[in-house]
């Protein structure tokens, strides 16, 4: 046990705690569970996390104690794919990618353009993410440079830490959303050394998928990637049957299309790639020798028909996982809601998600799939001290049904499939509190 604290702000959160040092679905011990449990903060990081009993005596005289008794703190939910441009038209019917993509998606990003309306939106996401209780997302901007510019003040204004990037889009798309694989490049170097860092700021190289690059834009993502070896890298892949037909038609000496990426140089530790559903094993075998990571998409996978992502076959592989809800082909910003969907995608593949897993996939899943353990996804001490407090009492429903759980996975499984931002009693980001629930 550490010593007493001695110095810095204290603050202490007494609730039901949860949190992973593993993945439940492999390791027996991989969850902390403190049904009267005790976070203590100092300083916006986690100090210690444990028995209220065993920590209290521990607290500097004087220590705030937040009584959350009857409630539940996780880490801050990861979303791990989401697009801050399409929060606007979330909800737009399309049948399927392609045509969603033309109809909906291209006008909608044209708006960013504008540094106000930019502002504007990733002021709202940001609040509506908290809300939901999520406290870093790998966020897609536009290809407008003050897309970037804008979602980062917004972020560095709330202190979360987020991922974010200017899309890269040279071809195939219209003309006022078209940049260059040079400009594209020359742009996303200067966002990295404005951004990258930056408070807790973090860059992704974000090319939009395959055909809406070139072969010569992919390179140069490709190597952007490897001389800024600490940023991220993200993608779309094998979503969608149409798309996978086309991406063949591009590029037809590929083996396939996670193929085109990897020639690239595009696989590699904090690379994060959409969808993932058309894939097959030896491309599965790639992501896993290369540390790149899967984001799955269910509510939008369901909403857009795109198909229904293999956990079997990914876990066979043991590629790194993580849960995201891609808004606006998402249908939901709530992490809860993408659990729920999850376990139904399960289901259909003959497969069990059990309720401890989503979390985890939800919290440190997301974490070391973006090579950010130590820094998130868990209350390990000196973890940056973002957290959710969850109320499984948030609804009569919810209520009805949580007082009948008879153990924790039942509890949890309650809470996953019941569960959305009404859930959230209050979410924290480096210790501040960035949402209050309206009681
Ligand atoms: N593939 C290329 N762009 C997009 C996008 O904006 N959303 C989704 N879901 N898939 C894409
Ligand atoms: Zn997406």
Redesign the pocket.
């Known amino acids: 046990m550490a010593s007493t604290p001695t110095s810095g702000t204290f603050q202490a959160y007494r609730a039901g705690l949860l949190h992973f040092n593993d993945d439940p679905a492999y390791h027996a011990n991989a969850h902390h569970w403190h049904e009267d449990g005790l976070l203590i903060v100092n300083d916006g990081k986690v100090h210690m996390a444990g028995d209220y009993a065993q920590l209290v005596h521990l607290l500097p005289e004087g220590t705030p104690v937040h009584d959350y008794r009857g409630k539940l703190i996780t880490p801050g939910f990861i979303d791990t794919h989401v697009?801050y441009p399409?929060t606007d038209m979330i909800a737009s019917p399309a049948p399927g990618?392609l045509p969603w993509?033309e109809k909906y998606?291209f006008p909608t990003e044209r708006k960013f353009a504008d540094p106000a309306h930019a502002t504007s939106v990733a002021s709202f996401f940001l609040d509506e993410l908290t809300r939901c209780g999520t406290t870093t997302a790998m966020v897609?901007c536009t290809v407008h440079p003050q897309s970037v510019d804008a979602f980062f003040g917004e972020s560095q204004k709330r202190n979360l830490r987020m991922v974010a990037g200017k899309v890269l889009m040279d071809r195939h798309c219209p003309d006022f959303l078209r940049d260059t694989a040079e400009s594209g490049v020359r742009e996303s170097e200067e966002l990295i050394k404005r951004w990258h860092n930056n408070g807790r700021q973090l860059y992704a190289i974000t090319p939009?998928?395959a055909p809406?690059s070139t072969e010569a834009q992919l390179e140069m993502a490709g190597a952007l990637a490897k001389a800024y070896p600490d940023t991220f890298l993200q993608t779309?892949v094998a979503?969608n049957t149409d798309?996978v037909a086309w991406v063949k038609s591009l590029f037809p000496n590929a083996r396939s299309y996670m193929d085109v990426y990897d020639h690239y140089g595009m696989l590699r530790p904090r690379s994060m790639y959409?969808?993932c559903i058309w894939l097959d094993d030896a491309d599965r075998a790639r992501m896993a020798d290369t540390k790149s990571a899967i984001s799955i998409?269910p509510t939008?996978n369901l909403f857009?028909g795109s198909g229904l992502f293999d956990f079997e076959r990914a876990d066979a592989a043991q590629v790194p996982l993580s849960l995201a809800t891609?808004v606006g082909?998402g249908t939901s910003f709530s992490m809860l809601q993408t659990m729920n969907e999850a376990y139904k995608v399960a289901r259909m593949g003959g497969t069990y998600l059990q309720a401890m897993r989503m979390f985890y996939l939800a919290t440190l899943g997301g974490a070391r799939s973006m090579q950010l353990e130590g820094t998130i996804g868990n209350f390990a001490p000196g973890t940056e001290a973002d957290f959710v407090v969850l109320d499984p009492k948030a609804t009569p429903l919810l209520a009805r049904r949580t007082e009948r759980t008879e153990s924790l996975e039942e509890l949890l499984f309650a809470i996953a499939l019941l569960g959305d931002d009404r859930t959230v009693a209050a979410t924290y980001a480096a210790g501040n509190r960035v949402h209050q629930r309206e009681d």
């Open positions: 697009h399409q990618l993509l998606t897609y939009r998928f809406t779309h979503e798309e959409a969808h998409c939008s857009l891609d082909g």
